[in-house]
């Protein structure tokens, strides 16, 4: 794009290549998705397909031509690849087209940062963050003549200013670690509080946008924040769940949602948060039944599950947005089970939003939790959702 051609803030190209691979989401809805939660405007959308990456401008000089004429029709400030780009790809097409280039794992990355509220999601953020910059420091930067020694001048004779760089990115990875296993430790302390008390503990998980948030704040009347976007909890709510003449205490977590490519650094980053999914007594793994893509999601977030340990803790499937379905698409039964992974796992049909099937999940809670004798019918535990949350 010529220097002399306004950008229109917030404007972006968003790009996708297709390699062949099952997951690939041809419309780029996700990454659309993605786009607004950051407060972006997707102008374009650009699909093209390879057998394999270029290996300096991942998508070969002749398309990257086309997406800089793109962003040159549409103004566009910023171009975003749905696949993850190496720090040399990066900058070539930066040279080429003109304009700032990210991937998804930049994407979500910003959108975690824009959501944490916790000191400790922020620290998992930063730690997250820092890891992401610091392989892509190389060349990156305009200043990189070499340092001269001397009195008052930071490093030593010929310290390079990307040496200066990488090290302080290196001590702030080092500090936001230690300040991140306070935290954590903190966090486990409260975790073997539950235990001694005998708490019966319960995660939602799930893929992004499923509903956890909205079945959270149904189930225990919270006020956890809530909203029809990717990513809308990034920190783990954990609130008492009242069932009725409950002989021990339940506890229920919201945890953050997951997402296919979850990038490893958050994965990473973000154990504690995930700590809670896998030190549960049960995970509700709650599916959109209204996407069209709950299959895959639902596989996505199985991987995830196996990744952190948390794959053999018992499940129940909850399918929400019940509402949402077409009548044709409404289930014959409101539960039944499913296959998972090769395991028969219960399934119950819910709907936050209009409450249809959560006194069913309540009775069910109860009964899994010991909270209602095991021959009580779910007929009568039904009752329970009345009772005060």
């Not at 310290?159 to 230690?178: A, F, G, N, P, V």
């Not at 599916?287 to 990744?307: I, K, M, Y």
Request: aromatic share 4%.
């Amino acid at each position: 794009m010529s220097e002399d051609i306004p950008r229109q803030d917030g404007a972006v190209v968003l790009v996708g290549v297709d390699f062949g691979l099952p997951h690939f989401d041809s419309a780029l809805e996700e990454l659309g998705l993605l786009a607004q939660t950051a407060g972006l405007t997707p102008v374009e959308r650009l699909i093209c397909k390879r057998k394999a990456p270029d290996a300096a401008l991942f998508v070969g000089s002749g398309k990257a031509d086309e997406i800089r004429e793109l962003a040159e029709l549409h103004r566009a400030s910023e171009v975003i690849f749905d696949q993850a780009l190496s720090p040399a790809q990066q900058r070539n097409l930066e040279r080429t087209l003109g304009c700032a280039v990210y991937d998804r794992t930049f994407l979500i990355l910003e959108i975690f940062a824009q959501r944490a509220r916790s000191h400790e999601g922020k620290l998992q953020v930063e730690l997250a963050r820092l890891q992401y910059l610091s392989t892509r420091l190389v060349r990156r930067w305009s200043h990189l003549e070499r340092q001269t020694g001397g009195a008052g001048v930071r490093g030593g004779p010929g310290e390079k200013q990307i040496e200066l760089d990488r090290r302080m990115i290196d001590e702030s990875i080092k500090r936001t670690r230690e300040r991140l296993a306070k935290v954590q430790k903190q966090r486990s302390t409260q975790r073997r509080q539950r235990e001694r008390r005998d708490t019966f503990n319960i995660s939602l998980v799930g893929y992004t946008n499923a509903g956890k948030s909205s079945i959270f704040n149904a189930m225990v009347k919270a006020r956890a924040y809530a909203a029809d976007q990717l990513f809308a909890t990034l920190d783990t709510t954990t609130r008492n769940l009242y069932l009725g003449d409950a002989r021990r205490q339940v506890s229920i977590s919201d945890t953050v949602g997951f997402i296919r490519d979850l990038p490893h650094g958050l994965v990473d980053a973000f154990k504690a948060t995930l700590q809670e999914a896998v030190d549960a007594d049960l995970l509700l793994h709650v599916v959109d039944a209204s996407n069209p893509h709950h299959p895959e999601q639902l596989a996505e977030v199985q991987r995830v599950l196996r990744e952190i340990g948390a794959d053999e803790i018992p499940q129940l499937l909850v399918f929400n947005k019940l509402d949402a379905l077409e009548s044709a698409q409404q289930p014959l039964q409101m539960q039944d089970e499913m296959d998972v992974d090769g395991v028969q796992v219960p399934r119950l049909f819910v709907s936050a939003h209009s409450g249809a099937g959560l006194p069913a999940l309540r009775s069910e809670l109860a009964r899994r939790s010991g909270s209602v004798p095991a021959g009580m019918s779910l007929e009568a535990g039904a009752e329970l959702h009345d009772a005060p949350g």
